[in-house]
């Protein structure tokens, strides 16, 4: 019960961090899970359960460092093994996880826990410490399915392995869903696509070192873009892509610096546009250099010009 408070202790210390953070956001994790066969680790890892399955619920907040701290409880009931009864378990408890993409719509999350265990059947409440791995693919801002495996460690007697795959869902309900929308406007004698800044890293023609909520919201201005030009409205387009870059010192030496990654950043744009099935034909990539404004982010974007 001792190692139980600690690591109970351990969590909630973690929490403080994770919730002293802002620009999180609350969330709710729903799934089904299969039970494998539970191991007996105090006595050279037998078999000691049948298979089973279970259901997992969990209430949580993730931080804008894509740290969570949930409570987490379920039901797990095992098929009769040998000659014991079939057994229902009740875990409730903490977990600790990260967020760790692996790309702009899949994450893994690797994650910690402690908590009570509660058998039905034999009445009986277990400490338990947990660990495990899910792969998360993001659906919408809202949305994300996810599988993956987790193992839980029963003690205050024998050591009990209790493991399996689980299959769910999370919801971000206090999230806003972003339906970008592309507007064409008229700007003097051009004909504009208004989307939000597609933006670069700093002095990069890529964008892979951004934040993932901006390599998301990047990712769907650009499938924003690709709609519209597939649109029969516009399919008889062509578009040109200019790309700024940031000044830094405003001398001439730089003038040539900033138009190659200006061209660099339009042919990125370029790429992804094909990408998306938007014809090369179609797409003439620009490099503007220098664009005159203070904000510096502003400076490293992409704007989409419609031609006949």
Not at 37 to 56: K, R
Not at 176 to 181: A, M, Q
Request: proline fraction near 4%; aromatic fraction near 10%.
């Amino acid at each position: 019960m001792k190692k139980t408070i600690l690591a109970i202790a351990l969590v909630i210390a973690m929490m403080t961090t994770v919730f002293a953070a802002d620009g999180g956001s609350m969330y709710v994790g729903l799934h089904p899970q299969i039970q494998l066969p539970s191991l007996n680790l105090s006595d050279d890892g037998d078999i000691c359960s049948s298979v089973g399955f279970g259901a997992g619920f969990e209430l949580g907040y993730q931080d804008s460092n894509l740290w969570s701290v949930g409570f987490k409880s379920g039901l797990l009931f095992y098929l009769p093994y040998e000659d014991s009864d079939a057994t229902l378990y009740s875990p409730f408890g903490v977990r600790l996880s990260k967020e760790i993409p692996a790309s702009v719509l899949v994450s893994f999350v690797p994650f910690i826990g402690s908590g009570l265990e509660y058998n039905w059947t034999d009445s009986d409440l277990r400490p338990y410490l947990e660990t495990g791995i899910n792969m998360q693919m993001f659906i919408n801002e809202k949305w994300s399915a996810y599988v993956g495996y987790e193992a839980m460690f029963t003690y205050g007697g024998d050591t009990i392995l209790q493991h399996g795959i689980v299959f769910g869902a999370k919801i971000y309900p206090l999230r806003e869903k972003t339906d970008l929308s592309a507007v064409v406007t008229k700007d003097g004698d051009k004909i504009k696509i208004d989307v939000p800044a597609i933006i670069f890293d700093a002095n990069q023609a890529t964008f892979d070192a951004q934040p993932i909520n901006i390599k998301r919201q990047n990712k769907k201005v650009l499938d924003t873009v690709a709609k519209l030009l597939k649109d029969s409205t516009y399919s008889s387009y062509n578009v040109t892509i200019e790309a700024y870059a940031n000044a830094v010192l405003g001398t001439e030496e730089e003038i040539p610096v900033l138009l190659k990654l200006s061209q660099g950043r339009a042919d990125t744009v370029k790429e992804e546009l094909i990408d998306r099935g938007i014809s090369a034909s179609r797409l003439n990539a620009v490099g503007k250099g220098a664009r005159n404004s203070s904000d510096a982010a502003s400076n490293r974007r992409a704007e989409f010009i419609l031609e006949k």
